[in-house]
Structures are given as C-alpha cells and as structure tokens.
C-alpha cells in the first residue's frame, strides 16, 4: 500500500513538472491539462483532474485512499515553445511505452533545467531584422529600414535589461517603448528617417504580446474563462504600457 501511494506522488511529481515546464515557457492551458492527463493515465491513473491557471496548477489523481491534490506554482512566464514540443515530444514516448516513470523524471528535470533559447546577441538580432521587415509590411519606405532595425533593437535590448533592474513587466515594457519613440523621433529629426509612425509601428512589433493573445483567446474558446481573462488582461496591461510610452514621447513633440 506505502510503495502504491509513493509511486502516486511520483506520478504526479512527474505530471506537474511537465505541465509547469510548458505553462512556464507559454503552452497553451488546455495542452498542459491534456498533457498531464495522458501522461497521468499512460502510468495507469486513469482518473486525474486539474486545474489550470497561468499561476498555478492544481492536480488531483483518483483511485487511491485517500485522494490525493497537489499544487504547483508558476512565478515566472516567458515564451521558448522548443520546451513545450520537448515535453511533447516525452508525453508521447511515455504513452507509447518507450520510456518509464523513472526515466520520464530525469528527462523532464533535465529539460527544465536546459536553457535551449538562442544566444542574447542573435534575440537582438531577430528582434531588430524583423522591426524593419514589419516596418515595410505597414507600407513603409526602404529609406526606414536601418532606423526601424537599430530602433527596434534597442527597444528589446532595453526592455530585456529594464527587467532585470525592474523585475515588473509593465515598467520594462513602458521604458522599452518610450526608448524606441525616442530613438525615433531623433533618427527623423536629424534627416535619417522620414516617416515616424512606420518606424515606431516597426520596431514595437518585438514587444507586441501576440502569442498571449492567441493563447487568451484559444482559451476563451475552449471554455477555459479563467485562464483566458488572465491571460487577455496581461496582454492588455502589455499594449497599454507600449502605447503609453510612445504617447509620452509624441507628447512632447
């Protein structure tokens, strides 16, 4: 009974690690809750429940004397979807029997522990190339390109420094902005660039939360209402600190 009960927590341990993993690193709500499910049943919990919120999660496996729930909470949010198809791709393994619970858990606590983002130079990088593409796809002049990169870069390099000093998202996202309209409207008035509003609307793209969105409304849709408000809301508090810091620049214009 003792080794049935502490192979529970064990899958459950394994279980949440998982569905943290992916809630940390922006899966979606439903995929962490049928994630968690299928591996739960794949060890041979057939009835599990859990709730799922962007700050926590609560799992419950049936079947045992008594229930037993545990509670995990997420702190921290960022986007590195290779994570989320890492765990994938374990989930699949466990159901297909490749692996076991043991080896399950090394995996997981290896990909938790794995930094698999790109190196901080070449995010800068991205970030400024795909300021000035999205400068020209809002119908901008190729005369704007260099001045969207260089703008949209060191608007994400701000907004990644900001945050380490200030660890409150909203501030960094507002500083970051206010950076690039400044950067902005200084490139146009010394003659480097020509047309303002293409330039901002470039360069604030990298700090645009639209996989939030997309996640806030696909949760939303699957029912999800909690999750989905939350996650809307932190999309909208996004776009107000960006639009507010280049309100503050235009202001003094």
Known sequence: MENQVEQTYEIMEVCLLAGKIMLQCGGETYRVEDTMMRMAAAFGIEKTHSYVTPTGIIFSAEGTEPTKTKLI???ERSTDL?????????????????INLKEALEHLKEIDARNVTFPFRIQVA???????CFMIMFEGGWNDFLPAMISGGMGYLSFVYFHRFVPIKFFSEFL???VIGLLSFLFVQIGVGHQLDKIII?????L????????AIRDLMAGHLVSGLSKGAEAFLTAFA????I???????
Not at 126 to 132: E, K, Q, R, V, W
């Open 176 to 178: 970051a902005s206010f």
């Open 202 to 206: 470039g360069s604030v793209m990298s």
């Open 247 to 253: 309100a503050v620049v235009l202001s003094f214009l």
């Open 208 to 215: 645009v939360p639209g996989l939030l969105v997309t996640n």
């Open 73 to 75: 909470r997420i702190s």
């Open 82 to 98: 290779k994570k989320v198809s890492m765990v994938n791709s374990i989930s699949r393994r466990i159901s297909s029997g490749e």
């Open 242 to 245: 960006i639009g507010a810091g």
């Open 126 to 132: 991205a970030a400024s190339l795909a300021s000035g």
